[in-house]
């Protein structure tokens, strides 16, 4: 694009001027011309096409029928007056609806007269109805109405109180685009256009805003969605393959005795098909020179430990030391237990860091830590710290990796030199598409594959009215000897509500359940960390058989022993947090229970997710439907949702888009990675000119 041209004020559109130029920019931030071609509006109307009553389509938001009114008559619905009239034409009839404005309705409309009605379609089931449309004559429609399909721009309440209307943005946008052909350059190749078959740029600018047809609209959004996702895949890759060139990584070619030894006779199973292709795809990373970054998805309990272990190993055995980075200091305490025993009859010194480790004890790990004598540090943000400095750290692992930032990992990096190889371990399997735009700059592996012999958690949903057999069924289990985890949700452990709902729950849990038959644990964020491990070390022990809590057993615990996870309130949780605490279950070899509790009266939406939760146990595919449901900014926190916030494109829906630009991104990258081909300079032109991906122009000039 030709930038200065661009950066004009709008002031200059005909038909704008200095005084409406200062209300769009006040009101919805219109400075420049660029800003005004990239003013879409967010939702069209069609007034070009009529459509049958039996071949309305159900995803059809508003349609435009002709058709005669039989009858109209008053009834009442749920103490509602409504009005009711039935328009029919030759293939069917649909209910007109009003709750207002009876008397002009009576007055005006007539029986058998030629009508036609505009507006917003609803259906109960088969039936549709359109509720206050908009209602003309047949010969006074002909007359009057613009008979074309047009967009609707957001607008402010000042604006329309100014005379900024509908109408006045589609007569500036038109004049604006009709003078302004030159300056709207391509900026994807001829090459991509043609594979993908992408309309160019200035005909889908013309048509996101004045469509000359329905079809020529979808092909607009298209190539405008897909130019999009290009250049965010685009970046990705730049940024990547930056990287990788200029980041040398430690070479570890060895294989060493600590993994063959391992291997042969202290491993307690035989590994999964998962895990060794993940295993081998890490020490191909860890061969090629350069820094390692990958993210390692697998569900709860697909065994990932394990995998960490081994890779660990593999360090070790080149000489170097490895940490692992642990969200809580309960988790990061069981790392440290866990690998401690898997490694007993090894000569590896294994240090653990959190924020309780005493002063003193401090100060000898970080001396070990300096002079080599520590092979693996397991800690929590400790870790980070500046203080802490390695001999030599050639691993890093970050457990859990949600609740770590890209800052965090940044500390990681700067803690040798070239940098350590990094692995980023989650339990929440997110979409591929989510993983695509959020970390398109990681490679991925995934362990699908649970460790066989599980037995599936059995889930069931309890109305709080069923309270009491689910009280019976948890006193069974424990007879059997079984322990059970009862969950709060906490959202917000601040929030004075739900503690109170938590400690009210734990007072009726201790009165339901009484010493000295039973013992109750409790766990939650409010606590200091010494109590909360006190108590957590008497539920591992079985000294209790129920701990009550809040979420902060989500991350990681392992207690094979306990049989069954009750959530509370659990229409408040989403579908991922839901399949995280029913992974603490299920780890043992016996049947294993999760029962989501939940008030009586549940909207359509929780019904939904608890339903699927009943249904669906694979973390994969509920992320999936965890995504569809919430949106990524509910799914993943608006921290990183933010990255994800695209003009057009929607990465829920638009999978088949971001895969092929994902795809044509690597694929240039890969035959011209400066982009010095003539062929695509125009993607070279954009990235020097657009504000959007400037940020990038380092990496190809
Ligand atoms: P997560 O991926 O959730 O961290 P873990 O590494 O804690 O899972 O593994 C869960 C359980 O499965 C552990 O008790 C572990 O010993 C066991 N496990 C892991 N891999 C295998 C395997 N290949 N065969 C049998 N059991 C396994
Ligand atoms: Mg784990």
Redesign the pocket.
């Known amino acids: 694009m030709n930038s200065d041209f661009l950066n004009q004020s709008i002031e200059f559109i005909k038909g704008v001027g200095p005084a409406r130029s200062k209300l769009l920019s006040e009101e919805l931030n219109l400075k420049t011309i660029k800003d005004l071609v990239d003013f879409y509006p967010y939702r069209y109307i069609d007034r070009s096409r009529f459509y049958s009553i039996n071949e309305i389509p159900k995803n059809q938001s508003e349609v435009q029928i002709i058709g005669k009114i039989r009858s109209i008559r008053r009834t009442k619905v749920r103490y509602r007056d409504r009005l009711n009239c039935e328009l029919y034409d030759d293939t069917g009839k649909i209910d007109l609806i009003w709750y207002r404005g009876f008397n002009w309705v009576e007055e005006s409309l007539k029986i058998n007269e030629d009508y036609v009605v505009y507006g917003k379609i609803t259906w109960f089931g088969n039936k549709a109805s359109i509720a206050h449309p908009e209602i003309k004559t047949k010969s006074n429609f002909n007359r009057n109405v613009p008979r074309r399909l047009h967009g609707i721009y957001s607008s402010t309440e000042r604006l329309i109180n100014e005379g900024v209307t509908q109408k006045y943005f589609i007569k500036i946008i038109y004049n604006l685009l009709n003078s302004i052909q030159d300056h709207i350059k391509e900026n994807l190749s001829m090459s991509i256009l043609n594979e993908f078959n992408l309309i160019n740029r200035y005909k889908a600018i013309i048509n996101i805003h004045l469509p000359e047809s329905q079809e020529l609209l979808s092909e607009s959004i298209r190539r405008l969605k897909f130019e999009e996702l290009f250049f965010n895949q685009l970046g990705f890759q730049l940024t990547r393959n930056d990287r990788v060139q200029k980041l040398n990584g430690f070479k570890f070619e060895k294989v060493g005795n600590n993994l063959n030894e391992f291997y042969k006779n202290s491993l307690?199973?035989?590994?999964?098909g998962d895990?060794k292709k993940v295993i081998k795809e890490i020490r191909n990373d860890f061969r090629d020179g350069k820094q390692m970054n990958r993210l390692l998805q697998?569900?709860?309990?697909?065994?990932?430990?394990?995998?960490?272990l081994m890779v660990m190993l593999i360090a070790i055995d080149n000489g170097f030391q490895s940490c692992i980075l642990a969200p809580t200091e309960i988790l990061a305490n069981q790392h440290f237990k866990?690998l401690s025993e898997l490694l007993i009859d090894f000569d590896i010194k294994i240090n653990l860091l959190t924020g309780s480790t005493k002063a003193k004890n401090r100060r000898f790990i970080h001396n070990d830590l300096l002079s080599g004598e520590t092979n693996i540090l397991v800690g929590t943000h400790a870790i980070l710290e500046d203080i802490v400095k390695f001999k030599n750290l050639g691993l890093s692992i970050i457990?859990e990796q949600h609740r770590f930032g890209v800052a965090q990992r940044a500390k990681l990096w700067k803690k040798n030199n070239p940098p350590p190889h990094i692995l980023v371990?989650t339990?929440t399997p997110i979409p591929r598409t989510l993983a695509m735009s959020l970390y398109g700059d990681l490679d991925i592996s995934s362990?699908k594959e649970l460790?066989?012999?599980?037995i599936t958690t059995k889930t069931v949903h309890k109305y709080d009215k069923n309270r009491l057999s689910v009280f019976k069924f948890l006193k069974d289990q424990i007879k059997k000897g079984r322990q059970v985890y009862l969950v709060y949700p906490l959202i917000n452990e601040s929030e004075k509500l739900d503690y109170k709902d938590l400690m009210d729950g734990y007072e009726s849990i201790v009165r339901e359940f009484p010493r000295p038959d039973y013992q109750v644990s409790i766990v939650h964020g409010k606590m200091n960390a010494k109590d909360k491990d006190y108590e957590m070390k008497r539920f591992i022990e079985k000294e209790t058989q129920i701990l009550v809590s809040t979420t902060v057993i989500e991350v990681?615990v392992?207690v094979?022993n306990a049989s069954v996870m009750v959530i509370e309130s659990a229409e408040r949780f989403g579908l991922s947090q839901l399949h995280q605490l029913r992974?603490r279950v299920g780890?043992g070899n016996d049947e294993s229970y999760c029962i989501l509790m939940t008030k009586d009266k549940l909207s359509e939406d929780s019904k939904l997710r608890i339903e699927t939760m009943v249904k669906v146990s694979d973390g994969f595919k509920l992320a999936e439907v965890d995504l569809k449901l919430r949106g990524p900014g509910d799914m993943l926190g608006t921290r990183q949702s933010g990255m994800l916030k695209f003009k057009l494109a929607d990465i829920i829906y638009d999978t088949e888009i971001l895969n092929n630009a994902r795809n044509s991104a690597i694929k240039i990258l890969k035959d011209d990675p400066r982009l010095n081909n003539k062929e695509n300079l125009p993607i070279r032109n954009e990235i020097s000119s657009s504000s959007n991906s400037k940020n990038l122009w380092r990496y190809i000039s």
Do not use: C, H, W, Y
């Open positions: 307690p199973f035989e590994l999964t895990q697998g569900d709860v309990g697909s065994g990932k430990t394990i995998v960490s866990s457990d371990m339990a362990i460790p066989p012999g599980r990681g392992n094979p992974g780890r």
